[in-house]
């Protein structure tokens, strides 16, 4: 996704929100969130170098976060989730459950380091991206979730939800995913077929494009599709998706 692709909500001078596309005159503002000044640092010299995006604020633990959050009104916070005091799990979910704020929360990892991942996801984080990926990438992901999009990585995402799945499957004597289903349990109620394979595709990491060229749709098909699982599922958007496909043994 390129800074033309995305999209801000700018009301100012109007009754109704009206779409402003984010470029430099309405740059991405970008809140960072990691107990590591020199990281800090790091970061905000890669996304400040980006014409389209603006880094409006840093903070040092979640609680700082969570109140950058409400006063500066950014449309994403990079959030690292190991900090001291309120933690990035805590800071996101208090982010995402403000009803006043709308920034969507990137939280970055060191993969093999941070066991609340999961948790992230479910606290309402639209994505995560590896601490130690390209420049471009951590630009591109800041616009995605500037735009609203869940940032779903299928090698990463796939791989970490998995891995924290099957953790508590076997830990309450399961073997899996599926160990989380009642024994017989529909696995997707409501769904049509086309919606679930949809719902496969979506835990997949797939985009609506990547999605409508596998199902031979047209996109606006698809994101229709995408809409109606996560109204039927009562899920706020992609990234449940992932977590419920694979708490419920959907993916292969």
């Not at 953790?167 to 309450?172: K, L, Y």
């Not at 599926?178 to 696995?187: C, F, L, M, N």
């Not at 109620?189 to 997949?204: D, I, N, Q, S, Y």
């Amino acid at each position: 996704m390129t800074g033309a692709d995305a999209v801000r909500w700018d009301t100012t001078g109007t009754d109704e929100a009206a779409e402003v596309p984010f470029g430099p005159d309405h740059p991405v503002r970008v809140v960072l969130a990691d107990d590591q000044a020199l990281l800090r640092a790091g970061l905000a010299t890669i996304l400040g170098a980006q014409p389209d995006i603006e880094v409006v604020g840093q903070a040092g633990d979640g609680a700082e976060a969570v109140a950058l959050a409400r006063s500066l009104r950014p449309d994403v916070v990079c959030m690292d989730v190991q900090m001291p005091g309120v933690d990035g799990l805590e800071a996101t979910r208090r982010i995402t459950a403000d009803p006043d704020v709308t920034a969507g929360v990137l939280v970055l990892t060191t993969f093999n380091r941070d066991d609340y991942l999961l948790e992230s996801l479910r606290a309402g984080a639209a994505g995560f991206l590896l601490k130690n990926s390209r420049p471009e990438q951590l630009a591109d992901a800041v616009r995605a979730v500037a735009a609203g999009d869940a940032l779903l990585s299928p090698e990463v995402t796939r791989a970490v939800i998995a891995r924290a799945v099957v953790g508590e499957g076997s830990a309450a004597g399961g073997s899996g995913p599926a160990a989380r289903r009642a024994p017989g349990a529909p696995s997707v109620p409501g769904l049509t077929e086309r919606k679930l394979e949809v719902l496969r595709l979506v835990a997949r990491g797939l985009s609506n494009d990547e999605i409508a060229a596998e199902l031979v749709l047209g996109r606006a098909t698809v994101k229709t599709h995408v809409s109606n699982v996560l109204t039927k599922l009562g899920l706020r958007d992609r990234v449940q998706a992932v977590v419920y496909a694979f708490e419920n043994g959907l993916t292969d």
